[in-house]
Protein backbone atom coordinates (compact mmCIF):
# COMPACT_ATOMS: atom_id res chain seq x y z
CA UNK A 1 0.00 0.00 0.00
CA UNK A 2 3.20 2.49 0.87
CA UNK A 3 4.77 1.73 -2.52
CA UNK A 4 1.06 2.51 -3.95
CA UNK A 5 0.70 5.40 -2.59
CA UNK A 6 4.09 6.92 -2.93
CA UNK A 7 3.75 6.21 -7.27
CA UNK A 8 0.79 7.84 -6.45
CA UNK A 9 2.29 11.14 -5.23
CA UNK A 10 4.87 10.83 -7.73
CA UNK A 11 2.39 10.79 -10.52
CA UNK A 12 0.32 13.50 -9.61
CA UNK A 13 3.34 15.41 -9.36
CA UNK A 14 4.62 14.79 -12.98
CA UNK A 15 1.05 15.49 -14.45
CA UNK A 16 1.06 18.93 -12.15
CA UNK A 17 4.48 19.50 -13.74
CA UNK A 18 3.84 19.36 -16.74
CA UNK A 19 0.10 21.36 -16.62
CA UNK A 20 2.33 24.21 -15.22
CA UNK A 21 4.25 24.10 -17.91
CA UNK A 22 1.32 24.05 -20.68
CA UNK A 23 -0.13 26.73 -18.57
CA UNK A 24 3.20 28.70 -18.70
CA UNK A 25 3.77 28.37 -22.55
CA UNK A 26 -0.25 29.40 -23.18
CA UNK A 27 -0.07 32.43 -20.95
CA UNK A 28 3.88 33.37 -22.70
CA UNK A 29 2.39 33.76 -26.04
CA UNK A 30 2.22 37.06 -27.81
CA UNK A 31 -1.45 37.61 -28.95
CA UNK A 32 -2.04 39.55 -32.03
CA UNK A 33 -3.72 43.26 -32.09
CA UNK A 34 -6.35 41.85 -34.18
CA UNK A 35 -7.36 39.11 -31.48
CA UNK A 36 -7.14 42.18 -28.62
CA UNK A 37 -9.38 44.10 -30.54
CA UNK A 38 -11.85 41.25 -31.38
CA UNK A 39 -11.62 40.36 -27.31
CA UNK A 40 -12.28 44.34 -26.78
CA UNK A 41 -15.08 43.91 -28.81
CA UNK A 42 -16.29 40.80 -26.98
CA UNK A 43 -16.01 42.38 -23.45
CA UNK A 44 -18.08 45.26 -24.97
CA UNK A 45 -20.86 43.53 -26.29
CA UNK A 46 -20.94 41.29 -23.34
CA UNK A 47 -21.01 44.60 -21.21
CA UNK A 48 -24.11 45.99 -23.21
CA UNK A 49 -25.69 43.04 -22.79
CA UNK A 50 -25.37 42.11 -19.24
CA UNK A 51 -24.49 45.52 -17.20
CA UNK A 52 -27.73 45.94 -15.49
CA UNK A 53 -27.01 49.99 -15.72
CA UNK A 54 -24.00 50.57 -17.81
CA UNK A 55 -24.77 54.31 -18.58
CA UNK A 56 -25.62 55.44 -15.46
CA UNK A 57 -22.31 57.45 -14.61
CA UNK A 58 -20.60 57.28 -17.89
CA UNK A 59 -22.30 58.09 -20.92
CA UNK A 60 -22.46 55.90 -23.98
CA UNK A 61 -20.74 58.25 -26.21
CA UNK A 62 -17.82 59.03 -23.74
CA UNK A 63 -17.73 54.55 -23.22
CA UNK A 64 -17.45 54.30 -26.86
CA UNK A 65 -15.18 56.42 -27.20
CA UNK A 66 -13.03 55.22 -24.29
CA UNK A 67 -13.18 51.84 -25.99
CA UNK A 68 -12.64 53.45 -29.38
CA UNK A 69 -9.22 55.17 -27.95
CA UNK A 70 -8.14 51.80 -26.43
CA UNK A 71 -8.45 49.77 -29.46
CA UNK A 72 -6.63 53.14 -30.81
CA UNK A 73 -4.00 52.45 -28.76
CA UNK A 74 -3.17 48.85 -29.72
CA UNK A 75 -0.95 49.35 -32.90
CA UNK A 76 -1.93 47.41 -35.79
CA UNK A 77 1.58 45.91 -37.27
CA UNK A 78 1.71 44.21 -41.24
Known amino acids: MRKFSIF ?3 FSFCISCVSVKK ?3 QIE ?5 E ?3 MDIDRVYN ?4 HHPNLYQYTSKTDLDFKFDSLK ?3 KLTN
Not at 46 to 49: A, M, P, R, Y
Open 8 to 10: LIS
Open 23 to 25: HNA
Open 29 to 33: ALHTP
Open 35 to 37: SLH
Open 46 to 49: QLKK
Open 72 to 74: RAI
